[in-house]
């Protein structure tokens, strides 16, 4: 009775900590599904966990919110810093000096957004805002205010951007929407409160990194939670092609080499295993083998390659014991077969659990 009464309590602390979250429209984001993870995966053993993909961060945050030893790991850079900010840190806060000085002009900004840019998505005021910004935020040196900054940032320009992506350029688009009414700056502002109140300390040691998830350094974990990209005959899975602005901000370009002849100055794909029907399933009987050791739990949506009985075949090679649970879920557009009718948006997600 008193056990049952406890469990109560510590779902309703972590639904509490989980409304903390920045909710964000990431493609193949798992948020709205979170209850769903959470049912099954509390009914694992495990103190340490490795989110190997982590998106957005909000499984990540779940698992935090759990009390568990999380490692965020994502090979988007942009995705590093929402974990750095929300994962990772326990303690610090970005303060309103700190945002005013961020807003404010740099003595000796950068300019290459103002340059390359220009009228493809903010106006020429807020290109300007956001190459001092990015100079202040390289100049910070705490890399957890750091990281909070420009998950604050990014967030501030996938807000203020019809539909969320940098698939098309233009900047003359109005539905109403609140978001696409309040400046750029308004955008930070809220961004930098949001990220600010979602920072806590569960008592673990927190950890974010930004590899591609083989090159990850060798380390035993009890859960790895698998969410990669899937391969999809409805749309394609393409993290570049709709993020590169807020990827490219988040290295400020560095080392990155932008296709000049596209119009959206987008910059070459960054190669993934995942990538195409060739590569996904070794990349699968890899990743598998590498945390043989581990609970493997890998989210599957419906409509994926490799199909659902196809990723139960290899999980079962290197897993005794899998089980499969399901769910209905909508994805908002841009994920799922958003090209084609609504009904295709609707798919089955599924958590595999191997042990
Ligand atoms: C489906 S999303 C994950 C969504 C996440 N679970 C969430 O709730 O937001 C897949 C993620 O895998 C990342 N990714 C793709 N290939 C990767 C690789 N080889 N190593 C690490 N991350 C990779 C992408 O950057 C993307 O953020």
Known sequence: MTFARSVVVRHEQINTQLARFPSSRYMGSKH?????????????EFSTVLDACSGSGAVSYLFKSM??????NDFLRSCFHTAQACIANSSEHLTQDDIEC?????PAANDFIAQTFRGLYFTDEENVLLDNAATHIMGMTSPFKQSLALAALIRACLRRRPRGIFTYTGIRYDDGRRDLQISLEQHFR???ILFNQAVFDNGQINKACNSDIFQLPAQQFDLVYVDPPYVSPHSDNDYTRRYHFVEGLARYWQGLEIQEKTQTKKFRRLPSS???KKSIYQAFHRLFAQFQ?????????SNGIPSKDEMLDILAQYKHNVTIHECDHRYSFGTHGHKL?????IVKEFLFVGR
């Open 32 to 44: 709205a599904i979170l209850p769903f993870i959470y049912e099954i995966v509390k009914e694992q």
């Open 67 to 72: 009390g568990k030893a999380v490692t965020s």
């Open 102 to 106: 961020i807003l404010a002009p740099h």
């Open 190 to 192: 809220e961004a930098a």
């Open 274 to 276: 995942f990538d195409n």
């Open 293 to 301: 050791d581990s609970i493997i739990v890998v989210s599957y949506s």
């Open 341 to 345: 009718s609504n009904e295709q948006n």
